[in-house]
């Protein structure tokens, strides 16, 4: 049983930079695919950033040079980072891990490609 354990969301300021945690507990971390969605109130769910197993990253355009997404084999952990925070990021951020993240061939924005999620952890940043 896969389960994923997000953190680090909180009340922030424009601006400002936080950084997102997921632990994935299991033993097939080094092969999935990670990844991050948001969702604001009243949206649908939205993918952010993605990294397969072997570190090729995605992210969506919104997010471009200022969030970035990384992980440790080791650690069994994907992080999120976030800069310059904007009120329009706003969300409960998911993590979310694919088996098959080793066949993507493009940015995986879809959440038929993501197999497990997280609880999800709250960002709201106030301007």
């Known amino acids: 049983q896969v389960q994923l354990v997000e953190s680090g969301g909180r009340l922030v300021q424009a601006g400002d930079s936080l950084r997102l945690s997921c632990v994935e507990s299991?033993?097939?971390?080094?092969?999935?695919?990670m990844g991050w969605f948001r969702q604001a109130p009243g949206k649908e769910r939205q993918f952010v950033a993605a990294?397969?197993?072997?570190?090729?990253?995605y992210s969506t355009d919104s997010v471009n040079g200022r969030f970035a997404i990384s992980r440790d084999g080791a650690k069994n952990t994907v992080w999120l980072q976030m800069n310059d925070l904007k009120p329009e990021d706003t969300a409960g951020y998911y993590c979310a891990a694919a088996v098959y993240g080793h066949s993507w061939t493009g940015a995986p924005r879809e959440e038929r490609l993501w197999d497990y999620w997280g609880q999800g952890t709250q960002v709201t940043v106030s301007s």
């Open positions: 299991g033993r097939n971390f080094g092969t999935y695919g």
């Open positions: 990294i397969s197993w072997n570190g090729v990253t």
